[in-house]
């Protein structure tokens, strides 16, 4: 009857159903003492702690009765870890340590394992240690391996918690083997979540994500989701997704203990103050304070006390707040907690002269951590630090060494996307960087160089994958069906849903993909970029504190002026789109007064540093889907769109594939008919055309592989919530950029007539993700692409007209300036040539 505790954790309806029989047929006290058990372990796990507690208080009155002591000590054992779950860890630790005084042999050895998790749930990490420790040998004499695989891997919390990575993974990978010789699969999935960890812990996000998915399994399936949602959270904060984080952690609370309730509340704490959600924030982790109080868990009591001070900072509520703040720093630094960094930065902010940069100071000496966030965190407190002495040499030199382990921990990332977004944790070093290096143009276009792009500059590491995923695969398959569906007008709400679980199977399976190489491109020195500009002047925009800096450079001299700040020239975003519609819809549109105020704002007097020549313009991520040919000084030169100098000058370098060929594609549904398309073949007879039921997901991909010059005339989508969804619709279905990172080899040139389909998703700090993003990082040196709504009449003349100056021998900026030219007399043509940019070289 023993084995019904351990098929309780395993298989919980099974033994519910058996005890249930137990208990019906009127037993003795010990074999109800322990049906009573493991119903009251059923429950629990069923987050039903007080119907537990009551059930298992029955079973130690059985236990009582049955004069077994070893049977009343594991009873008060279980009893005791029950308690502590359900908030009420001082009476958890009396009967867990009655157990202890009353036991010996296994139950002893089972006894000692609960109690060493209670005093873990607490914090005392430090007592924890030596009793698990000894329980593991104690279990391994009386030969019960199923708990001393349980033991092992409490250790290795215990180790993981106290930054002891390699013998977490000694720990976890003891109670693996364990494990995997009995057959065992349900504790498997702890230590699966206990692998990710530890990947987590040495900057391996891809294979964290990977084995907290494993771990977690299907996210609709309930309770066992939610053990695991703390790691994946976590995951999904070390990658710059808070959103996904909140997302995983706000989940109803009346199925958990108040223990996982209290722990829930100080995670999305966490989790919201990184998505900048501060006020939310402070209200979970003032909930998760009130809990850790009535609990006792003073360890944790402390985080959420400091969260809740963060939160409060960032709404710019800090009276009163020194001292707690101060006080709980220092109780952190004496752990040596990962946190402790940014506690003390926290004390620093809201102390005043000596106290403020000796708390800095401090916090800098974390900056040898081995996790390179908290070296990160480490190293703006050092910039902060410096700052305040007027060190402007050394908030550089600070700044260039946190970026450093930014860089660092985005090293083994697979993914553009994850690698984009995880620069979001170098916004604070940037804005300081940026802040000091505005005194002098050069400095600041070499920062602005450091912090923008970044992610562009690795290939994605599907570029050379052989196999399409299954997920994938099916995406491409449900897209089918859907555009199907849609042509015959029968309903598409299931294959919707399908759709949604299907992407974020493949976002998810995305994620997952290491690095082929952890090596990146530097950026480039100002000299590079001075002797590359030749006749053409690079611009570059730079926002430092929410101000628009100008840096010009041209001629061997770079010059800077400063602008209107961001929020005006956001202002005016909203009304250069509008007029982009109107045009597309054929009305006409005045564009000069609108063109003239965003000139002033964006450009101000650095309009008068531009000679007569071409540009090349780098604005900021947030600028880079503006209409630019509306600025009236755009107007009447070649000028292309980049999101870097560095991507610019990499453009430059790539060479055109010999022979160069050319891919004519055209897609389903289009208003015009795609009508370029037969005038483009009809010029170039040599050239692939894909169009009708040929203009397949599959034949366009491997036509564009290495191609010389493709057009695609198809709709298009961008996607805000998920860019690299982004798609155009080809015949059996949408080409995403999941699909485009795929191609081995980039086309050199590429032209994408449809609407918005240059607009890109500003993510992290000045990173880029979308369709075009995604061509540029395989290595495609020039796009023409729209950022608006277009016309799509305009548009295949505005497209014919361009071919034929790409095919007279100009580049993509200077054949896009001939067709504005050529548009100039008709509202509508010249409102969808505003629409199009020429992106690289």
Known sequence: ?????????????????????????????????????????????????????????????????????????????????????????????????????????????????????????????????????????????????????????????????????????????????????????????????????????????????????????????????????????????????????????????????????????????????????????????????????????????RRARIVAARGRWALGATGGMSGEVQQLAQDLHAEHAPDAALALT??????????????????????????????????????????????????????????????????????????????????????????????????????????????????????????????????????????????????????????????????????????TTAAQQQPPQVEEILAATGDTALVELVDVDGSLHVVVAHAGRVRRRVAADTSAVAALLGPAAMLLRRAARGRPADTTSLGRALQEAILGDAVGLLPDAPVVLAPTARLHGLAWPLLPTLQDRPFAVVPSAGQWLRARATTPPDPATTVLVCGPALASGGAEVPVLAERHPEAVLLDGPAATLDAVLSHLDGAGLVHLAAHGRFRADSPLFSALDLADGPLTVHDLERVRRAPYRVVLSACESGVLAPVGAQELLGLAAALFALGTAGLVCSVGEVNDAATADLMVGLHAALASGSDPATALFEVRRGAAGDPVAAGTAAAFLALGV
């Not at 083997?177 to 391996?204: C, F, M, P, Q, V």
């Not at 620093?348 to 940069?357: C, E, L, M, P």
């Open 1 to 301: 009857m023993p084995e019904l505790l351990d098929l309780a954790i395993d298989r919980p309806v099974e033994a519910e159903r058996r005890a249930q029989d137990i208990l019906t047929a009127e037993p003795d006290d010990r074999s109800r003492s322990i049906a009573l058990q493991a119903l009251g372990i059923v429950v629990r796990d069923r987050g039903l702690a007080s119907d537990a507690i009551a059930l298992l208080r029955q079973a130690r009155r059985a236990a009582v009765r049955s004069r077994d002591a070893d049977r009343e000590s594991d009873v008060r054992a279980t009893l005791g870890a029950t308690l502590a779950m359900a908030g009420q860890t001082a009476a958890g630790l009396r009967e867990l340590e009655r157990a202890l005084s009353r036991s010996s042999g296994a139950t002893y050895a089972r006894a000692a394992v609960r109690y060493a998790g209670v005093l873990t749930m607490v914090g005392r990490f430090d007592d924890a240690r030596p009793v698990m420790e000894r329980a593991v040998a104690a279990l391994r004499q009386t030969g019960d391996a199923v708990w001393e695989a349980r033991a092992h891997l409490w250790l290795a919390h215990i180790d993981l918690t106290t930054g002891m990575v390699d013998a977490a993974e000694r720990a976890t990978l003891a109670g693996m083997r364990i494990l995997t010789d009995l057959g065992e699969t349900g504790d498997l999935h702890s230590a699966t979540a206990y692998l990710g960890e530890i990947a987590l812990a040495r900057g391996d996000l891809a294979t964290a994500l990977s084995r907290f998915r494993e771990a977690a399994g299907d996210p609709d399936s309930g309770d066992a989701w939610f053990d695991y949602a703390e790691c994946l959270a976590r995951g999904y904060l070390a990658v710059g997704m808070p959103g996904e984080a909140v997302r995983v952690l706000d989940v109803p609370t009346e199925r958990l203990t108040p223990a996982q309730a209290a722990e829930q509340a100080l995670r999305l704490a966490v989790a919201l103050l990184d998505a900048d959600c501060p006020e939310r924030a402070v209200d979970a982790a003032d909930r998760a304070v009130a809990l850790f109080e009535q609990q006792d868990r003073a360890w944790f009591l």
């Open 346 to 515: 926290l004390a620093g902010q809201v102390s005043s002269g000596a106290a403020r940069r000796r708390h800095w100071e401090t916090a800098a000496s974390y900056r040898h951590h081995p996790n390179a966030l908290v070296r990160a965190a480490a190293w703006h407190a050092r910039a902060l630090a410096r700052e305040e002495t007027k060190d402007r040499g050394g908030v550089l030199r600070a700044a260039a060494a946190g970026l450093d382990a930014i860089d660092e921990h985005r090293r083994l990332i697979g993914s553009s996307e994850l690698r984009a977004l995880a620069t979001a944790h170098g916004r604070e070093l940037t804005a300081i960087a940026l802040r000091h290096a505005a005194f002098d143009a050069r400095t600041l276009l070499r920062w602005s160089e450091r912090t923008r792009a970044t992610a562009l500059a690795q290939p994605p590491a599907t570029s050379d994958a052989t196999t399409i995923p299954a997920s994938l695969a099916a995406l491409r398959d449900n897209g089918r069906q859907l555009a199907q569906a849609r042509q015959e007008g029968a309903p598409t709400d299931e294959l919707e849903r399908e759709r949604l679980r299907l992407e974020r199977a493949v976002r998810a399976e995305s994620h997952t993909l290491s690095a």
